[in-house]
């Protein structure tokens, strides 16, 4: 089993946050929503269940943690959980605050339309906002 | 509080398969995927934060179990989990056997088209099946 590598179009889509326990959190370059994803710094795990049960439960808690934190910052109608990994297979966990109204409500955020940029001093601003909910 | 009482879309969208500690184990009624749906048995449920810790642990602990039995019955490309809740808000989880040319692959499968239901043996057998591995 090789090292922890963050797969290159994770890499490219998001930017990082901060590191908790085991996942490194990281936004999404799309300002249509607070979108967040947490990816386990683990080698190789695509499925929840390729994790240790210690690594499994250690997830879990950041995803209640991040969950919670978004609800509390930004309000939104409804969060928004998935690990999908259909095309982008190292596991990785999309946390999304998702608002009656917003681009692709009250479907999915996934395959709708084209992300939209943030500027570059809100994208700052955001991953500070984020980070402060967090650390 | 009130009793937990299954929401009514989702009970005419899935059928029952069985009850594990937490949650009613249900059977999207969408013969293009097998599609597990996990339904905590706690009334007034939304977000997993709304859970007590001890059944986030159980639904945690449950959604390993289904998602690896329907990983080892019917080897899919991928399994999909998702906790969205944007139509229907009675907390629930998705668990989705996806597979490389189904549907709606490699997109997300809410909102893409419509359930293409069952025949009644089928989805006997896929009830029946999906119990089994589970109890």
């Known amino acids: 089993m090789g090292d922890f590598v963050l797969d290159k179009r ?5 930017v990082h946050v901060c590191d908790l326990e085991l996942s490194e959190v990281r936004l999404m370059k799309d300002s249509r929503y607070e ?3 947490l990816v386990p710094m683990v080698a190789d795990a695509e499925e929840v269940f390729d994790l240790s049960n210690s690594d499994y439960n250690t997830l879990n808690e950041e995803i209640k943690k991040v969950a919670s934190a978004l609800k509390q910052e930004f309000n939104p109608t409804k969060i928004n959980i998935g690990a999908l990994g259909n095309i982008v297979r190292q596991l990785h966990i999309h946390i999304i605050c998702r608002n009656d109204g917003d681009y692709a409500w009250p479907g999915p955020v ?6 939209v940029p943030y500027s570059e001093p809100s994208l700052k601003e955001t991953v500070e906002k984020v980070k402060n909910l967090l650390t």
């Open 110 to 115: 996934w395959g709708s339309g084209e992300a």
């Open 10 to 14: 994770l890499d490219g889509d998001t």
């Open 35 to 37: 979108w967040v994803v």
